[in-house]
């Protein structure tokens, strides 16, 4: 088992932080699907920064990043404590209708990780820390 755990302030210098660590840790273990993957998280810890920062918690609070990659999976969770999602509000979010969206840059990141990994959970683990995971079968050892 490999893994890594990061604790970020939600800025800027966070999130190129962890792009880093995830890229070097996906090359260091010659891992498949290095850029999707990569991606992945990168979206997963931009959504946490905004979030953060509509709660107003970025200066104070961090986001949690842990990588964790086991036989030939890989998973990914990223934990904020922006408040979180409402439950029923799940399954709309990683819909991403075309035709009604703007060309808006929000509210197509989750869609794109839902279709770059094998399964994508929430879990409210508080009234406001909120968890994104992923999961991605990796086919290697």
């Known amino acids: 088992m490999m893994e890594f755990t990061l604790n970020l302030l939600p800025n800027q210098k966070g999130i190129l ?3 880093q660590i995830m ?3 996906m090359r260091l273990y010659n891992l498949p699907y290095n850029r999707e993957l990569c991606f992945v998280l990168h979206e997963l810890i931009i959504n946490a920064v905004e979030a953060m920062k509509l709660a107003e918690k970025s200066k104070t609070e961090k986001i949690q990043i842990h990588v964790e990659k086991e036989m030939e999976e890989i998973q990914m969770t ?3 404590t922006a408040g979180g999602i409402p439950q029923e509000s799940w399954k709309a ?3 991403y ?3 009604e969206s703007t060309f808006s840059e929000r509210g197509r990141g989750l869609f794109f990780v839902k279709n ?4 994508i959970w929430f879990d409210n ?3 406001t820390r909120f968890l994104v995971g992923v999961s991605k079968k ?4």
């Not at 770059?116 to 399964?119: F, H, K, P, T």
């Not at 990796?138 to 050892?141: D, F, M």
């Open 125 to 127: 683990l508080s009234e």
């Open 138 to 141: 990796l086919g290697c050892s």
């Open 17 to 19: 932080f962890a792009d």
């Open 78 to 80: 990223v934990i904020d």
């Open 23 to 25: 890229s070097a840790f």
């Open 116 to 119: 770059m990994v094998d399964q």
């Open 93 to 95: 979010i990683l819909l």
């Open 97 to 99: 209708n075309n035709i």
